[in-house]
C-alpha cells in the first residue's frame, strides 16, 4: 500500500538514524525504484500488446488478465509521476500539482493497486471454478461476466480509497529568504483522529490489498494444479480417442494454468511484505516503528510491491512458451535480428 512518509516524520531530531535512513531512501527510491519502474512500464506495454493482439491468448481468463495488466500499468506511470514531482524543491511546486499530490495521488495510485490485487483473486476463483467444477459453474465462464466482474472490481476499489481525498491538505507558507509564497500538503490531523479512519479503514484496505487475494492463491491454487493433473493423466489414458477440440481445449487450460502460476509466485513473493507490514504497524509499539530496521523493512517492502506490477510479463516469457510464440507472433519486428536460414545461403561464397 502506497504512503508518503518521510524521514523526518519517521526520526525527528536523531540525525543519526535520519542520515542513514536518507541513504537506504536514496539507494531504493532514486536508484532501484526507477530501474524497477522504466523496466515494468516497458513490460507492461508490450504485455498488453501480446494478449490484447494474440489468437492463441483468448478466453475469459485472458480478459482478466489483460485489465490487471492496464492496472499494473497504470500503477507504475503514476508512481512514476509522483517520483518526478518529489524531485523539484519545495518552493517551485505548483500549487495544482500540490493539491494533486495532496488529495489525488493516494486516491488513484492505492486504486489501481487494489483493481489489480483484485483481479488476481478473480482469476484464481474463476480458475478453480474452471477447472475444479466446469459443469456446475460454466455459465460464469462469458465474457460477459468477467465485464460485470472488472467494472465491481472498480467501483469497490475507488470507493474503499475515498477518504484518502480528506487525510491530506494544502498549507500555504512564506519563504523567509526569498520571501516568495510556496504550498505543501499536510496531515489532515482532524481526519486522522477519527475511530473510524485510524483502526478500521486501514484493516479494510490490506483485506482487499493482500489477505483476500494471499487467501485466495494459497486455497485455490493446490486444488487447481491437482485437478489439472488428474485431468492430463485421463486424457493420455483417452489419447487415441481425443478429438481436435479436447486437443485444443487441453492446450488452452496448460496455457492458463502456467499463467496462473506465474501470477501466483510473482504476487505472494512481492506483496506478502507488505501484509507482514500491515499486521506489524497495527501491532507493534511507536518506537519500534520508529527504528532503522523497520524502516529499512518497510522500503524493501514498498519496493517490491512496485515489482509486482512489473514483473508478470518476464515472469511470463519465461515460463511460458505459449506467450512466448505469441509474442514473436504479434511483435515479429523484435525478432529480426536473428540471421534466417536463406540469408546464409546466399552469402555462401560459390567458388570459380
Not at 480478459?63 to 509522483?82: F, G, P
Not at 488452452?252 to 501470477?263: D, S
Request: proline share 4%.
Amino acid at each position: 500500500m502506497e504512503n508518503m512518509t518521510e524521514t523526518s516524520d519517521i526520526f525527528g531530531g536523531d540525525e543519526a538514524g535520519k542520515e542513514a535512513a536518507d541513504r537506504v531512501d536514496f539507494i531504493v527510491n532514486s536508484v532501484m525504484l526507477p530501474i524497477v519502474l522504466v523496466v515494468g512500464i516497458s513490460g507492461d506495454v508490450l504485455n498488453i500488446i501480446v494478449l490484447w493482439k494474440s489468437d492463441k491468448l483468448r478466453g475469459t481468463s485472458y480478459t482478466y488478465l489483460r485489465w490487471m495488466s492496464i492496472t499494473d500499468l497504470a500503477v507504475l506511470i503514476v508512481k512514476s509521476v509522483q517520483v518526478t514531482f518529489t524531485r523539484f524543491p519545495v518552493e517551485s511546486r505548483p500549487l495544482s500539482t500540490v493539491r494533486f499530490y495532496a488529495h489525488g495521488y493516494l486516491l488513484l495510485i492505492n486504486s489501481f493497486v487494489c483493481m489489480s490485487s483484485l483481479l488476481v483473486a478473480v482469476v484464481s476463483i474463476e480458475r478453480y471454478l474452471s477447472i475444479c467444477h466446469p459443469l456446475r459453474f460454466q455459465f460464469l465462464h462469458t465474457k460477459k461476466t468477467a465485464r460485470i466482474a472488472i467494472g465491481a472490481i472498480v467501483i469497490v476499489s475507488v470507493i474503499i480509497h475515498i477518504p484518502h481525498t480528506f487525510d491530506r491538505y494544502v498549507a500555504k507558507h512564506v519563504s523567509q529568504t526569498t520571501n516568495a509564497t510556496y504550498y505543501t500538503r499536510e496531515w489532515n490531523q482532524s481526519v486522522r483522529n477519527i475511530v473510524i479512519y485510524a483502526y478500521v479503514w486501514p484493516v479494510v484496505q490490506q483485506f482487499f490489498y493482500s489477505f483476500l487475494p494471499i487467501v485466495c492463491l494459497l486455497c485455490l491454487n493446490p486444488p487447481i494444479i491437482l485437478a489439472h493433473r488428474r485431468s492430463l493423466a485421463q486424457r493420455r489414458r483417452m489419447q487415441a480417442k481425443q478429438t481436435n477440440d479436447a486437443a485444443r481445449h487441453a492446450r488452452e487450460q496448460r496455457r492458463m494454468l502456467v499463467m496462473l502460476l506465474c501470477v501466483s509466485v510473482v504476487f505472494l513473493v512481492c506483496m506478502t511484505p507488505q501484509a507482514i507490514l500491515a499486521i506489524l504497524i497495527s501491532s507493534v509499539s511507536v518506537s519500534a516503528i520508529n527504528t532503522l530496521a523497520f524502516f529499512m523493512f518497510r522500503q524493501i517492502a514498498n519496493l517490491l510491491e512496485k515489482i509486482n506490477f512489473a514483473a508478470n510479463f518476464y515472469a511470463y516469457s519465461l515460463a511460458s512458451g505459449a506467450f512466448r510464440t505469441s509474442f514473436r507472433e504479434v511483435l515479429p519486428c523484435c525478432f529480426r535480428w536473428r540471421v534466417q536460414p536463406e540469408s546464409l545461403s546466399d552469402r555462401t561464397p560459390t567458388g570459380g
